[in-house]
């Protein structure tokens, strides 16, 4: 794993936007792996602004977001259909029959779930991940407990998940209990990975992932086991690594 710990957030996200501007230039049709949550929004401010300054192009990219909690239709502001399309989508020239964002309104989701992994395969797979991290080591919604060797699935958001995702909801009790989300084992299959994570808040989080043990009670761990993920952190959140690492 690669560790980069950068002085702040504008350093952080414009060093994370170069991996996907290089990706989207080496080959216009990259397939992107796209994360909701406050910390990816100034990668997407940057890449929409290599957008504009005609830098890069989305015409021929496909994306899948990696979850959307269940019960919010794609209008409700809450939902992550509607957060990527304000924070990125709607800003660059990428076709929408090629973006893939999980409903959080279908009926029957043993199929669903299936049918959004075939959409990946059919794709070709993910060739570049954005991961943010929870404050409990989750990727995407995999909540501990989840199995390493999850997919695409439903789950029941933790308590502390609720919590922190409460600040975006008017009260807690508005917050879904559910959520559509990849799996442990979809995501490790992206070729590329970067998890950025920022604030003292994820510090045990991202000291579970890059140093603690391989397990379902940090699911970030996992990425250990990938050959090609990097974290890009700020200090802060880079405070409870034992190891030294490249500043
Ligand atoms: C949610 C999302 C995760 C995200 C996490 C952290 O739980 N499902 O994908 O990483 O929030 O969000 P933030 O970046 O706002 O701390």
């Not at 990219?61 to 709607?90: A, K």
């Not at 043990?213 to 761990?221: K, M, Q, V």
């Amino acid at each position: 794993m690669n560790i980069i710990i950068s002085d702040d957030y504008q350093q952080m996200s414009s060093m994370a936007a170069q991996v996907f501007i290089q990706c989207v230039t080496a080959n216009p049709r990259a397939v992107l792996g796209l994360a909701t949550g406050s910390t990816p929004i100034g990668v997407y401010q940057n890449l929409i602004t290599s957008y504009q300054s005609g830098e890069i192009s989305f015409e021929s990219v496909t994306s899948f977001n990696l979850d959307e909690y269940i019960g919010l239709h794609r209008d409700h502001p809450q939902s992550y259909y509607y957060f990527m399309h304000q924070q990125l989508l709607n800003h660059v020239n990428i076709q929408g029959q090629r973006v893939f964002i999980p409903s959080g309104t279908e009926e029957d989701y043993g199929a669903y779930c299936q049918w959004y992994e075939d959409q990946i395969a059919e794709a070709g797979g993910i060739d570049l991940q954005i991961l943010g991290i929870g404050s409990d080591g989750h990727i995407a919604f995999n909540e501990p407990g989840t199995a390493l060797g999850s997919r695409t699935h439903i789950t029941e958001l933790d308590h502390q998940t609720i919590d922190d995702n409460a600040r975006f909801f008017d009260s807690k009790a508005d917050v879904p209990r559910r959520a559509i989300t990849m799996g442990v084992a979809t995501i490790l299959e992206a070729k590329e990975i970067i998890l950025l994570a920022t604030g003292q808040n994820k510090a045990q989080a991202v000291r579970d992932a890059i140093e603690g043990p391989l397990s379902s009670e940090c699911t970030a761990s996992a990425l250990q086991q990938h050959p090609n993920v990097t974290f890009y952190l700020d200090s802060a959140a880079a405070e409870l690594l034992k190891h030294e690492y490249k500043h």
